[in-house]
């Protein structure tokens, strides 16, 4: 099964466990004053998270359909499994990331690997914390 465009799945061991990024974004305050941030409240950055701002990464986790169905160039991308993710009630919105894919990536349950440029997103609180540009699906992973 392709799990995107020109993208056979591959299965590959992953050696960067434990991630050495999602450990530094979930390193964030909120600034619950700003109204326009709802209940969490405008983020405020470690210096940790701060310096991936703008830095390709490369990061393990699990996708999560947005709009478009199961094959989609914009989604959401979580450091938990689906069933305790963000959207389910259990983590917060730094365990989850925005994702804007170079090419459609299909939907699997199986943890996958992406690599994109990590932006920081304090400005605009229609969008996620994170969001990652330009992603490509690197395959599936067995952790």
Request: hydrophobic share 40%; net charge neutral.
């Amino acid at each position: 099964m392709a799990l995107a465009t020109g993208v056979a799945a591959q299965k590959k061991s992953y050696s960067g466990l434990p991630s050495d990024v999602w450990p530094k974004l979930y390193q964030v305050d909120y600034d619950k004053a700003d109204k326009a941030w709802l209940d969490f409240g405008k983020p405020i950055f470690s210096k940790e998270a701060q310096a991936l701002n703008g830095k390709t990464v490369t990061v393990p986790g699990f996708l999560v359909p947005f709009e478009g169905g199961l094959k989609s160039s914009h989604f959401m991308f979580t450091s938990l499994p689906l069933n305790a993710c963000f959207f389910c009630g259990v983590g917060g919105p730094e365990t989850v990331i925005e994702v804007f894919s170079s090419s459609p990536v299909r939907y699997t349950d199986k943890p996958v690997e992406l690599k994109g440029r990590l932006m920081l997103n304090n400005r605009n609180p229609n969008q996620m914390v994170y969001i990652l540009e330009s992603a490509e699906l690197l395959g599936e992973i067995d952790f």
